[in-house]
C-alpha cells in the first residue's frame, strides 16, 4: 500500500520511467543484500562502468600524455575537460579545467595561490561548510588574511553584512561582468560557499550571491573598508552528483569537484574550474613546479617559464588511466537521462522520507525523529539527516542506529560528516560544548554518539542513481522495528525484554553450578576448554596473555582475520609449553613455544616479551596468511575448578588488570537462556523443554570465559557479585556485543548478521546488544 501511495505521488519522477529495475539487475548484481545509502559519501559506479574500463585498458595503448606520441591519452584530457565544462554549462572560452586529486586538493591549490594581502585580504564562508573548506583559513591566516563567517545565502536576505548594514550582495566589476577583473590595485577577497550542504542537503541560492551585473561595487565581510574586489569559490563536490551549479547563471570564479561524488569510479580524481582571468591570479602565488608544467627551466639559475592556463598547475604526470576511465562515468550517467533525471529520482524518494519520518509519532504523541535542514525547500538535495527521539523525549545515539543499521545490511553514515559547523548549528552546541566534549575523550569516529543527554552528530540517509523505493522502505522498517514502539524503553536506552516465544524459561533441574571454563591463551583465537584451572592476577591464568601483532605493531583479531577461530593454542602447564595446532586445513606440525617464568610471583608486574624469530613468523604466515609476531604478557597463578567447587590460593591481591583482553577479567554467560532464536540463526542445536540450552556454536562465538547452569533466563543480569570457589568477583556490568557474532568459529568466516539482529530485537541496552556479565 505504502508503494502505490508513494507512486501515485511520484511516479512521473521515479525509476527513469520504468528502467530502474533493468540498470539495477544489469549493473549492480552487487547490490543483492545490501541497502546503500550513502551517495553523499560516494556514488556507486556501474558494473558495466568498470567492463568498459577494463576493456579499454585491455585493448587501448594509453601512454604517460608527457610522451610522444601519446595521443590516445591527451584525448582522453581533453574530453575529460569537454565533459566537466558541459556539467556545469560553462564557457570554454571563460573558464579553465585543472586536474586535481580530488575537491580537497582543489580547494588546497586557490588557499595556498591565492593573492592574499596581509592585514586587509578576508576569506569569508559560512558555517556549515565541509572540513575541507574550513582548513582553507590556515593558508588565508598564515598570509596575514583576516577569516570573517557569513550567513548563508537566503532568498529573503543579504549574504554578507558590515557593522549591522546589509550590502546588496557580491557583484563582479570590470569588463565582462567578473569578479576577478580588480585591476592592479586594491586587495582580493575570497568567498567560499557550498552549493549543497552535506550534512542536511540544504542547497544555497547562489543567484543572489554572485551577480553578473557589471559597473563594480564590493561587499564588506568584516569591519574592514570593503576596497578591493571579492572572489567566489563554489564547493560543488557534493551538488555535482545530482544537481550540479550552472555557471552561465553563476559566474564563479572557481568550482571544485570529484569525480567519484558523481559516478563512483574513479575515486583520486577531481577538477579545479577555474574562470581564466581568476587563474592568472593564482599564478603568482604558485611556487612550485613539476614536471610537464613549465615551458623551460634552467638547473644552474633560478630561471623558469610556467605554462600557460590549466596545464601549469597539473603537477606531475597527470592519472591518465583513470582519467580515460571517467568518460565512462558519465556514459552511464547518459544512458539515465542525465543528471537532471538523476536529481529528479533521487529527490523524490528523499521527499517521500521525510514525509513518513515526520509522521511517525509515539503514542503520546511526540515525535519519534528529528530532521534537520529546511526539508520543504523545494531545492532540497537527496539527503535526509536527522536523530531518533524516545517517548519521554529523550534521544536515541546515532551509534546505536548505524549499529542496528549495519546488522541489516544498511549502509547510511553517522556522526557529523566532517561538517562540524553544520553539525553545531542544527544541534545546538556552542564552540565551548565542542572543545568541552573534545577534553572529555569525544573525537571525531568515536562513538560517544550523546554528550549531557544531547546528541553529539546524527544519522544521515542520502539517496543517489539507482536508489529504490525499497531502500528507503527499508530505513522506516527499521525505525519501526526498534524505536517504534520499542518492546521495553528503560532509562539506559534501548529494548531490554524478553523474547518473543510463548513458553519462559524456568530454572534448570541441575543445581546453579559452574558447568564450562574456557580460556584463551591467545587473544582471537580458539579456546582452550578446561575442567581445573588457576586463576591469575588478570583472570583465569594465562587468558588472552598472548597476542598475535603484524609488522606495523597492530593487535590482530576476529574482525580482521576471522580464520584466527581455527588456531587453537594449548597450554600445558606441566610441561611448561604452549603449543598452537594449525586450522585443520592446514597440515603442518603444531609451533610449540616454552612459557618463560612459568611460576612467577603472582604479583609481578606484567610485562610484554615478543616472540618474533623466523621460525614464528613463517608458521603464522603459512596458517594465516600473514607473518607476524606473538607477543606475551607473563603472569602468575591460583586455582579455579568446573563444577562449582574451587581449591588452592586466592587470588593475587592489588589492582585488577585485564592482560589483553578488552574488558572485564571475565566473562560469564548463563548456560539456560531462553535464546532459541540466536542459536538457531547460530545453526546450533536446542536442547531442554521451555528454556534451550545455548548452541555449542553460540557459547563459542560468545567467547566467555565462565558457563553457569541453573539460574532462571538473565538472571545474571541482576548479579552485583559473583563467588566460585576461591574467585570472588564484582560484575562490572553487561558486555556489550558487535559484529564478532558474525564470525563462525567452525569454518573461520564471517557471516551474516543474523544472530546479531536475534539478541537485538530483545537484547539491547544502553544502544548495544548485550549478552552475559563482565567480571
Not at 528502467?19 to 559519501?41: I, N, T
Not at 537532471?340 to 525523529?369: D, E
Not at 593475587?652 to 560469564?668: K, R, T
Request: hydrophobic content about 40%.
Amino acid at each position: 500500500a505504502e508503494r502505490e501511495e508513494f507512486l501515485r505521488i511520484f511516479g512521473d519522477c521515479y525509476g527513469y520511467h520504468g528502467r530502474l529495475q533493468s540498470v539495477r539487475h544489469e549493473e549492480f548484481r552487487r547490490l543483492a543484500g545490501q541497502v546503500y545509502l550513502d551517495y553523499a559519501g560516494a556514488a556507486l559506479y556501474s558494473e558495466r562502468q568498470i567492463q568498459a574500463c577494463s576493456e579499454e585498458l585491455l585493448t587501448t595503448l594509453l601512454c604517460n600524455p608527457h610522451s610522444a606520441p601519446a595521443s590516445t591519452s591527451a584525448d582522453a584530457m581533453s574530453a575529460l575537460r569537454r565533459d566537466t565544462l558541459e556539467l556545469l554549462n560553462a564557457d570554454g572560452r571563460q573558464y579553465e579545467v585543472i586536474i586535481t586529486s580530488g575537491a580537497t586538493a582543489a580547494l588546497k591549490m586557490v588557499a595556498e595561490c591565492f593573492p592574499w594581502s596581509a592585514g586587509a585580504s578576508c576569506l569569508a564562508h559560512p558555517a556549515a561548510v565541509h572540513n575541507s573548506v574550513l582548513g582553507m583559513r590556515g593558508p588565508a591566516l598564515a598570509a596575514g588574511a583576516a577569516v570573517q563567517l557569513v550567513p548563508v545565502v537566503s532568498p529573503l536576505g543579504p549574504l554578507i553584512t558590515a557593522d549591522g548594514g546589509a550590502s546588496d550582495g557580491l557583484r563582479g566589476g570590470g569588463g565582462g561582468g567578473t569578479a576577478a577583473a580588480a585591476g592592479p590595485s586594491g586587495p582580493r577577497h575570497l568567498l567560499a560557499l557550498p552549493v549543497e550542504c552535506n550534512f542536511t542537503g540544504d542547497r544555497q541560492h547562489l543567484a543572489d550571491a554572485v551577480r553578473n551585473d557589471a559597473g563594480g561595487g564590493g561587499a564588506a565581510a568584516s569591519g574592514r573598508e570593503s576596497r578591493g574586489r571579492w572572489l567566489v569559490l563554489l564547493d560543488a563536490a557534493k551538488a555535482c552528483a545530482t544537481a550540479p551549479p550552472d555557471l552561465s547563471v553563476v559566474p564563479a570564479d572557481f568550482v571544485v569537484l570529484s569525480y567519484y561524488k558523481i559516478f563512483g569510479y574513479p575515486t583520486g580524481l577531481g577538477a579545479l574550474v577555474a574562470r581564466k582571468d581568476a587563474l592568472a591570479l593564482l599564478a603568482a602565488g604558485k611556487s612550485y613546479f613539476g614536471g610537464g608544467t613549465v615551458e623551460v627551466a634552467v638547473a644552474d639559475r633560478p630561471y623558469h617559464v610556467r605554462r600557460q592556463g590549466a596545464p601549469g598547475f597539473e603537477d606531475g604526470t597527470p592519472p591518465f588511466t583513470s582519467i580515460a576511465a571517467a568518460r565512462h562515468g558519465f556514459a552511464f550517467l547518459h544512458r539515465l537521462g542525465g543528471l537532471p533525471a538523476v536529481h529528479r529520482h533521487s529527490c523524490c524518494l528523499a521527499r517521500w522520507l521525510t514525509i513518513r519520518l515526520a509522521a511517525l509519532r509515539h503514542a503520546n504523541g511526540t515525535p519519534v525523529c528529528m530532521l534537520y535542514g529546511s526539508v520543504l525547500d523545494a531545492e532540497h538535495g537527496p539527503t535526509v539527516s536527522f536523530n531518533l527521539l524516545r517517548p519521554d523525549g529523550s534521544w536515541v545515539g546515532y551509534t546505536e542506529v548505524g549499529r542496528l543499521a549495519a546488522m541489516h545490511g544498511l549502509v547510511l553514515r553517522t556522526g557529523c560528516f566532517c561538517n562540524p559547523g553544520a553539525c553545531a548549528e542544527w544541534l545546538g552546541l556552542t564552540a565551548e560544548d565542542l572543545i568541552r566534549h573534545h577534553k572529555a575523550g569525544h573525537v571525531c569516529w568515536d562513538d560517544h554518539d550523546l554528550a549531557d543527554g544531547r546528541p553529539t552528530g546524527a544519522v544521515r540517509v542520502s539517496l543517489g542513481a539507482v536508489s529504490t523505493f525499497e531502500d528507503v522502505h527499508a530505513v522506516l522498517q527499521l525505525i519501526r522495528r526498534y524505536f517504534y514502539p520499542c518492546v521495553d524503553q528503560t532509562a539506559r536506552g534501548g529494548c531490554t525484554g524478553r523474547p518473543p516465544l510463548a513458553a519462559v524459561a524456568t530454572a534448570a533441574a541441575a543445581a546453579p553450578h559452574l558447568s564450562r571454563i574456557l580460556f584463551y591463551p591467545v587473544k582471537s583465537c580458539a579456546p582452550q576448554v578446561v575442567q581445573a584451572w588457576p586463576i591469575g592476577p588478570t583472570g583465569l591464568l594465562y587468558d588472552r596473555e598472548w597476542a598475535l601483532v603484524d609488522d606495523g605493531g597492530k593487535v590482530l583479531t576476529l574482525k580482521q582475520c576471522p580464520r584466527m577461530a581455527l588456531v587453537r593454542p594449548v597450554v600445558d602447564l606441566t610441561r611448561g609449553t604452549l603449543t598452537i595446532h594449525a586450522p585443520h586445513d592446514i597440515h603442518i606440525p603444531p609451533l610449540e613455544l616454552a612459557i618463560p617464568g612459568l611460576f612467577h610471583s603472582c604479583r609481578r608486574i606484567p610485562q610484554v616479551v615478543t616472540e618474533g624469530d623466523t621460525r614464528v613468523r613463517q608458521w603464522f604466515g603459512r596458517t594465516l596468511g600473514a607473518p607476524c609476531r606473538i607477543v606475551q604478557q607473563r603472569t602468575g597463578a591460583s586455582a579455579l575448578e568446573a563444577g562449582g567447587g574451587g581449591k588452592g590460593a586466592a587470588a593475587a591481591e592489588g589492582e585488577p588488570s585485564v592482560g589483553f583482553a578488552n574488558d572485564g577479567q571475565y566473562l560469564l554467560v548463563s548456560e539456560v537462556n531462553d535464546d532459541r532464536p540466536a542459536t538457531a540463526k547460530a545453526g546450533g542445536r536446542e536442547e531442554g523443554g521451555k528454556g534451550g540450552h545455548l548452541a555449542d556454536d553460540l557459547v563459542t562465538r560468545l567467547r566467555p570465559n565462565l558457563v553457569v547452569s541453573g539460574f532462571q533466563p538473565y538472571e545474571e543480569d541482576s548479579w552485583a557479585a559473583v563467588r566460585v570457589g576461591p574467585l570472588h568477583a564484582d560484575v562490572l556490568g553487561t558486555c556489550p556485543r558487535c559484529e564478532l557474532l558474525q564470525v563462525d568459529p567452525r569454518v573461520g568466516v564471517r557471516r551474516g548478521a543474523e544472530v546479531l539482529v536475534a539478541l537485538a530485537q530483545y537484547r539491547r541496552r544502553g544502544g548495544k546488544v548485550q549478552f552475559g556479565v563482565l567480571l
